[in-house]
């Protein structure tokens, strides 16, 4: 299956640090992405890591990957008002061309 | 990275009307791209890819004849969205990808409202 799921919903204090979880269900992938969506524009590329690694660091970034237990984790540290947005994980799968499939989408809220 | 550019970013038209979205690759030559829907609060919907010079590739439940993809070019690939009704009212976005990661380089999304 290619199910990606993640929370709805995220509000953190301005500093603190956030948590976005996401879950998937085809062991088979490849690269797990994390991208940030802000109001009424396409979607950027935060950060990846490629399946065979445990975890990724990238500034305020630090990704996390349980892949026995296919969990992925984004740490947001220090987290700024202009990071209120919607993160979405995505993974890629192998085999024909290449398709990735996105979770559903977790809106981060960030309270001054 | 790659930059994508879609136009228009609006647009708002009577149903049954056709309405075309063109989906630019800026910087290189995308061979691929994609096209995605997305409703309010929600994921992203694959709903075909873009192949250059040959026939997209539409995933299950999306009508071909509905929604029309050209890529004539390395650089366009257009999405027409054809005799309009207002369920096809949503959030469009395109994308390519780049390097041996498979990253998608997204557009800005197009937002098409039918009445």
């Known amino acids: 299956g290619e199910d990606v799921e993640q929370s709805l919903f995220l509000s953190v204090r301005e500093g603190d640090s956030s948590v976005i979880n996401c879950t998937y269900t085809?062991?088979?992938?490849?690269?797990l992405y994390w991208y940030k969506q802000e109001p009424g524009a396409g979607l950027q590329l935060l950060t990846y890591?490629?399946?065979?690694?445990d975890m990724k660091q990238d500034q305020r970034l630090t990704v996390l990957l349980n892949k026995k237990d296919k969990h992925l984790s984004l740490r947001i540290a220090d987290t700024q008002t202009g990071d209120s947005a919607i993160y979405f994980c995505a993974e890629s799968i192998p085999g024909g061309y290449q398709k990735v499939t996105f979770g559903t989408g977790t809106k981060l809220q960030v309270i001054p | 990275g790659a930059v994508v550019s879609q136009h228009p970013s609006r647009v708002i038209c009577k149903s049954g009307t056709s309405v075309k979205i063109e989906c630019r690759s800026l910087d290189f030559q995308a061979t691929t791209m994609f096209w995605y829907r997305q409703f309010p609060k929600k994921s992203l919907m694959l709903m075909a890819t873009?192949?250059?010079?040959?026939?997209?590739?539409?995933e299950q439940g999306v009508e071909k004849d509905k929604f029309l993809i050209n890529h004539a070019s390395l650089t366009l690939s257009t999405l027409t969205v054809t005799s309009a009704h207002p369920e096809d009212s949503s959030f469009y976005i395109c994308?390519?990808?780049?390097?041996?990661?498979?990253?998608?380089?997204f557009g800005p999304g197009t937002r098409l409202l039918v009445l």
């Open positions: 873009s192949n250059e010079g040959s026939k997209a590739t539409y």
């Open positions: 890591i490629f399946s065979n690694m």
């Open positions: 994308s390519t990808t780049q390097g041996e990661i498979q990253t998608q380089y």
């Open positions: 085809d062991s088979s992938s490849t690269y």
